[in-house]
């Protein structure tokens, strides 16, 4: 079975430049979460789709970050503009049925670094 | 809120040593407790949990028992390898809201 797919890997970009993240979570899993991971510091949720629809982005700062999950499967996961602090690792989990039974799949994650 | 503080890493053994990562949680109710494992270069995993108290989660000769009284999931292996190198990650939920996690802890087995 595969696993969750992130892409890009790594990425370095300016301070008040975009950037765009992308994940494909396991096949079946209507669950897809994006954490996001900055250094010294646990994952930390951004936001948590439901299929398609958003479950909870109550910590996702809305005035620079967006995701979206058009077709329940496939997520998009922006930054613009790009702050000095959004450096981090920005992790992808997909899960069966929510996170009431705390399996989540992550993927390997994409490293970002504003400079 | 609900939080979750972990031991400081890193921690550093010789193989075949015992392994002790201390975990304690702040949480309303009676949350469920997770351990999960990042290996290097890999994805986060979950190692073991457990969902009431008193429980017992075990997975890959890894354990970590529920304590309420202590409000308490260390994470014990009573003889560590060197593949057990990896950070550690202790975490919590209630139903129907988000996984929080510890800070983590890096281990570093020798051989």
């Known amino acids: 079975e595969a696993g969750v797919a992130q892409s890009p890997r790594y990425k370095i970009i300016e301070k008040r430049q975009s950037v765009a993240f992308w994940c494909n979570p396991i096949s079946g899993h209507a669950t897809l979460y994006w954490y996001q991971q900055i250094l010294g510091q646990g994952p930390k949720l951004l936001i948590q789709?439901?299929?398609?629809?958003?479950?909870?982005d109550s910590q996702l700062p809305k005035d620079r970050f967006s995701a979206e999950r058009l077709k329940g499967v496939d997520s998009t996961l922006k930054i613009q503009p790009a702050k000095l602090e959004d450096s981090a690792v920005y992790l992808c989990a997909s899960s069966l049925a929510g996170q009431d039974t705390g399996e989540l799949f992550f993927g390997e994650g994409s490293r970002l670094t504003v400079l | 809120g609900n939080s979750v503080t972990q031991m400081e890493g890193p921690v550093t053994l010789s193989e075949e040593a015992f392994l002790t990562i201390n975990c304690t949680y702040t949480?309303?109710?009676?949350?469920?407790l997770f351990w999960y494992v990042q290996y290097p270069g890999e994805g986060l995993q979950l190692l073991l949990k457990a969902t009431k108290a008193d429980d017992k989660g075990s997975n890959k000769g890894f354990e970590a028992t529920y304590r309420k009284e202590t409000t308490s999931f260390h994470l014990e292996k009573g003889s560590v390898q060197v593949s057990d190198s990896a950070v550690y990650f202790c975490a919590l939920n209630q139903a129907g809201t988000a996984l929080i996690f510890g800070k983590g802890t890096t281990l570093s087995v020798s051989s």
């Open positions: 949480a309303t109710g009676y949350p469920s």
């Open positions: 789709f439901q299929n398609n629809g958003v479950v909870d």
